[in-house]
């Protein structure tokens, strides 16, 4: 069973970790690729492009030029331990023990538009370029055009490696899109989390972004491996409605009065 997650916009490199053996992003050649585009923007560019302000454009810019290149654990950090969205506060990795975090090297993989897979002890340095960018290359109009099929074929590799055959995807549209389902040699199960919000039940992205986090810490915490497991999620007041899933979507309802 492999888990996939989206990366987060906000990132990082201040808080204290300790990782004694970090890895390497397998997909680093074609991450330099893009890297050597992005380096070619002006901060101008990088705004209008990216849809950001002046301030952040100058900053992404910066991160580009001031790349250092390999990546050790004096320049660069564990992509599980770098990126700080809602997604990460439910995964909550900093609390993981090694036992934890050896299960999800094996068995989470975060999707990125600049380094296409990254497994969570990968090393990173700081960058923002989001899967849906539309950033041109020699032969490409976009980033879903550069990764191609190169993520889901990693995607396949890994697979191949483990008994269970199941993707679990708890990412969002715009990076799942950068993953050709038809090609997936496993089943895909996409959890789906629903709150209450005065009296209708509805997907409230804040909510659902971190009930993903909390999905995968789930799985890690339970090493689980099977999708009928999945159904036993319980955390911070979700519960398994059987009557919205199917055997490729799994829904999950909070009530307000059950929320923290």
């Known amino acids: 069973?492999?888990?996939?997650?989206?990366?987060?916009?906000?990132?990082?490199?201040?808080?204290?970790?300790?990782?004694?053996?970090?890895?390497?992003?397998?997909?680093?050649?074609k991450a330099e690729t893009l890297l050597a585009r992005c380096q070619q923007l002006t901060p101008a560019e990088l705004s209008s492009?990216?849809?950001?302000?002046?301030?952040?454009?100058?900053?992404?810019?910066?991160?580009?030029?001031?790349?250092?290149?390999?990546f050790t654990a004096d320049n660069a950090r564990p992509a599980v331990f770098a990126f700080n969205g809602d997604v990460y506060t439910g995964l909550d990795a900093g609390s993981m023990?090694?036992?934890?975090?050896?299960f999800a090297q094996t068995h989470l993989r975060?999707?990125?538009?600049?380094?296409?897979?990254l497994k969570p002890l990968d090393l990173m340095q700081p960058y923002r370029?989001?899967?849906?960018?539309?950033?041109?290359?020699?032969?490409?109009?976009?980033?879903y055009e550069y990764w191609g099929n190169t993520i889901t074929e990693h995607l396949n590799e890994t697979l191949s490696k483990h008994d269970s055959q199941v993707v679990v995807n708890l990412a969002s549209t715009e990076y799942f899109s950068a993953v050709k389902p038809k090609a997936l040699n496993a089943q895909i199960v996409t959890p789906v989390?629903?709150?209450?919000?005065?009296?209708?039940?509805?997907?409230?992205?804040?909510y659902a972004k971190k009930a993903r986090g909390m999905m995968a810490r789930y799985i890690i915490d339970k090493r689980i491996k099977t999708v009928e497991k999945l159904s036993e999620f319980d955390v911070a007041g979700y519960r398994f409605a059987p009557e919205q899933s199917s055997q490729n979507e799994l829904v999950f309802i909070r009530l307000e009065k059950d929320r923290p």
Do not use: C, H, W
């Not at 023990?97 to 050896?102: G, V």
């Not at 975060?110 to 897979?117: D, K, Q």
């Not at 989390?193 to 804040?206: A, H, L, Q």
């Open 1 to 29: 069973m492999l888990m996939v997650v989206s990366p987060a916009k906000n990132l990082d490199y201040k808080t204290p970790v300790s990782v004694n053996t970090p890895t390497q992003p397998a997909l680093m050649e």
């Open 49 to 70: 492009l990216m849809g950001i302000s002046d301030k952040l454009a100058l900053l992404n810019a910066q991160r580009f030029a001031s790349f250092d290149l390999p």
């Open 97 to 102: 023990n090694d036992a934890d975090i050896e």
């Open 110 to 117: 975060i999707l990125s538009g600049l380094y296409g897979v």
């Open 129 to 143: 370029l989001e899967m849906g960018t539309k950033l041109d290359t020699a032969d490409n109009k976009n980033l």
């Open 193 to 206: 989390f629903k709150d209450e919000k005065n009296g209708k039940v509805k997907i409230i992205s804040f």
